[in-house]
């Protein structure tokens, strides 16, 4: 393994501004690298991540025409940690009215990892014609089972990092531990504009983020870790969409991106999936479920010393080999 971090050095955006969608939400994105370039779009994870000039070394910028879009209600889109026509449905359609919007025709690349490849994953599904390639890092489809992987007292999460559980359960009323998803539901979805109810609804968000991102890496920086949690508002977008997510299932039936009548509608897209062997926050066994479902179009790298996390070094090496690989193609 190579030791230089991998990836391309990030460059100034050629293009940004806000999208409005609806009667609410402005769009905030970006678009970097070449301007007639093979395009892309980053889809981040949370829900209620961000991008950031990060989010574009995967992609040679001689090569790409980098997208990148802060989801509703997240990063630099407005209104923060708004929750109102905030769905899985109404990101779907922010897509193809940013692909409108931009003039692109069909993406070359759909780029997601973690709650960003399901959104890549109904994408795909609402519009195959599109969509030329995915890649698609720490699979999740949101059924009960990977919610419950990362997050029940019996998971192994909990398992592997009982004390880091214990903080995060016992952020809650004693009656209100059985279902946490529930009472951080509760607690992360209430209106406190300020005072001692601003207060606990920001710690409930850095307790629902702290295990989480604890959780994430096999090897967890810990100043980088304090560095996201001290950002109040990041800290409450990410874990009130999160959660509101999570206990509406996306807004999926169980099971749904698997069935094989949806993946026929992407079968024929060229699809590369890289998961972290270790990933406890989203049980590669789904990666694995995905690539046999789509035996014609997938292939699956297990990185061996990975996590969850796309920083660590192995599973950053291997996406930008994989999207080197997809420039030299056309889809």
Not at 16 to 37: F, M, N, P, R, T
Not at 251 to 265: A, S, T
Request: charged share 25%; hydrophobic share 35%; glycine share 8%.
């Amino acid at each position: 393994m190579s030791l230089v971090k991998p990836g391309y050095t990030p460059s100034a955006p050629f293009d940004e501004g806000y999208l409005a969608v609806g009667e609410i939400h402005q769009l905030w994105y970006q678009q970097y690298g070449k301007k007639d370039g093979k395009s892309v779009i980053y889809l981040h994870g949370g829900p209620g991540g961000q991008t950031s000039s990060n989010s574009t070394i995967y992609f040679d910028p001689a090569v790409y025409r980098i997208v990148l879009l802060d989801q509703r209600g997240a990063g630099k889109s407005l209104p923060s940690a708004e929750l109102r026509d905030n769905t899985t449905w109404h990101l779907v359609a922010d897509i193809e009215s940013l692909r409108e919007h931009l003039g692109i025709e069909k993406w070359h690349m759909v780029f997601g990892g973690s709650w960003g490849a399901t959104l890549a994953l109904c994408y795909a599904q609402s519009h195959p014609q599109r969509v030329g390639s995915l890649v698609l890092r720490g699979v999740f489809t949101v059924r009960r089972s990977e919610l419950d992987w990362s997050r029940s007292a019996d998971g192994p999460a909990a398992l592997l990092f009982p004390d880091l559980f214990e903080a995060f359960i016992n952020h809650l009323p004693e009656n209100d531990r059985a279902d946490p998803y529930a009472a951080y539901h509760r607690l992360l979805t209430s209106d406190a504009a300020d005072g001692e109810a601003r207060l606990k609804l920001l710690d409930a968000g850095r307790a629902w983020n702290a295990f989480e991102l604890a959780t994430g890496s096999l090897r967890p920086n810990p100043e980088n870790l304090n560095n996201q949690l001290e950002d109040d508002t990041w800290s409450l977008a990410h874990a009130r969409l999160e959660i509101q997510y999570f206990v509406n299932a996306a807004w999926l039936e169980e099971g749904q991106l698997l069935r094989k009548e949806n993946l026929d509608k992407m079968r024929h897209i060229p699809t590369t999936i890289v998961q972290g062997r270790y990933d406890i926050v989203c049980p590669p066994k789904t990666a694995w479920e995905l690539h046999k479902a789509l035996p014609e179009s997938s292939r699956l790298y297990f990185i061996q010393t990975a996590g969850h996390s796309a920083k660590e070094l192995a599973t950053e090496e291997k996406l930008v080999e994989v999207c080197d690989e997809y420039g030299e193609l056309d889809f």
